[in-house]
């Protein structure tokens, strides 16, 4: 069965820092890799797309990563900003689209 | 300007009513879909249509119906047979079939 499992569950960090997010996925076949970020109420909005010859893409202070040998994707988000406290979803397509459950992320002044 | 939309963005019924969500889109995208999202849980697929007059069984769709007679439009109906109604149900739409989905804003149902 096709699955994204992404973790952590929930995470807070102080304003500033730095965090990695995870992403495990087990679709196939495969063709991308989406990261998406949702507002709390709000609808989610796309930060990054990888390939499947893509290991790393950047959009402005978040770095996604890709290993498609261990099928691993991380999210690093650099300089944390309180703007930054959403759900970041790991979305990766079959026949349908298979979403992950999402990262909780809090940041704290 | 393009985007994707839904109305209303606050809905409130009555237990046993039904209740049609309201979602538009003129991005001309071909596929268009409904998710449910509830506290703590991921989107789960209800309902989705990848052309007009066609539409599929997401993961969730009891209790819910759908149409696709315009390419602009897919509302949702939440009937009295869904068991557990209120939740965030969000919208979306896709271009070609590598392309991102577009998310409405959202509506937040609340059955009393």
């Known amino acids: 069965k096709n699955q994204v499992e992404q973790s952590p569950q929930s995470l807070i960090i102080l304003e500033g820092k730095n965090c990695t997010l995870q992403c495990n996925y087990t679709v196939s076949p495969f063709s991308n890799l989406r990261w998406y970020k949702q507002d709390t109420g709000r609808g989610p909005v796309s930060l990054t797309i990888m390939t499947f010859s893509e290991n790393t893409k950047s959009n402005g202070r978040y770095t996604a990563t890709l290993d498609a040998d261990t099928k691993q994707s991380s999210l690093h988000i650099t300089a944390s900003q309180l703007s930054d406290s959403a759900s970041y979803i790991c979305?990766?397509?079959?026949?349908?689209?298979?979403f992950g459950k999402g990262t909780r992320l809090h940041i704290l002044p | 300007d393009g985007g994707i939309t839904q109305s209303p963005k606050y809905l409130f019924r009555k237990e046993g009513q039904n209740v049609t969500l309201s979602c538009e889109q003129n991005l001309n995208h071909d596929a268009m879909y409904w998710y449910r999202q509830d506290p703590g849980q991921g989107l789960r697929l209800i309902y989705y249509?990848?052309?007009?007059?066609?539409?599929q069984k997401g993961d969730i769709a009891e209790g819910y119906s759908v149409s696709r007679e315009k390419k602009e439009s897919f509302p949702l109906t939440v009937t009295s047979a869904q068991k557990n109604p209120t939740a965030f149900y969000l919208c979306?739409?896709?271009?070609?079939?590598?392309?991102?989905?577009?998310f409405g804003p959202g509506t937040r149902l609340t059955v009393l």
């Open positions: 249509s990848q052309i007009v007059n066609d539409f």
């Open positions: 979305v990766a397509p079959d026949d349908k689209i298979i």
């Open positions: 979306a739409s896709k271009g070609a079939p590598a392309d991102e989905q577009f």
